[in-house]
């Protein structure tokens, strides 16, 4: 009996191994962890208390030995991801925006995009509604967009 146990233990393992490993829904997580519950929980059953803290204390030293090995091995390399992403500083580069004038792309009512110098943005009317290819101004900047009024055309 006590066989069938530390294979049902050692296929738990493996199923969490396969967790930490694989992208996936948790499926095998959750095999993994009743795996090893029913395995402790029936050696303690069996043989009793200290078999079942015996077993507990094998099993969390395998899962570790498992984990040291992956990182080791460069499994663990090829899984995790190292990249970061640098955060950009959109305030500064938002601030040479500051008193342009440029034309609505899109109508903005209020949110739209508008062209200044090449450059197509994000922004959102300080009025309600401005058509699409009217003049515009950058009167400020309202968290990581622009804020534009329409310029009035003068007669």
């Not at 208390?49 to 460069?74: D, E, P, Y």
């Not at 090829?78 to 899109?106: I, R, S």
């Not at 300080?126 to 058509?131: A, K, V």
Request: charged share 20%; hydrophobic share 50%; glycine share 10%.
């Amino acid at each position: 009996m006590l066989v069938w146990e530390i294979l049902l233990a050692i296929v738990g393992l493996v199923l969490l191994f396969a967790e930490i490993m694989l992208p996936g829904f948790g499926v095998f997580g959750v095999s993994g962890v009743i795996c090893l519950l029913v395995s402790t929980v029936l050696v303690g059953f069996h043989y009793g208390t200290a078999a079942f803290l015996i077993m507990l204390v094998c099993l969390v030293a395998v899962f570790i030995l498992m984990i040291v090995f992956a990182k080791r091995s460069g499994l663990y390399q090829k899984v995790v991801l190292k990249d970061k992403q640098e955060a950009k500083d959109f305030d500064e580069e938002l601030k040479g925006f500051l008193q342009k004038e440029g034309v609505a792309l899109t109508p903005l009512h209020p949110v739209g995009r508008a062209a200044f110098d090449g450059s197509e943005v994000e922004v959102t009317s300080q009025d309600t509604y401005i058509e699409q290819g009217a003049k515009v101004k950058v009167t400020g900047i309202s968290g990581k967009t622009l804020v534009v009024r329409q310029i009035e055309i003068q007669q």
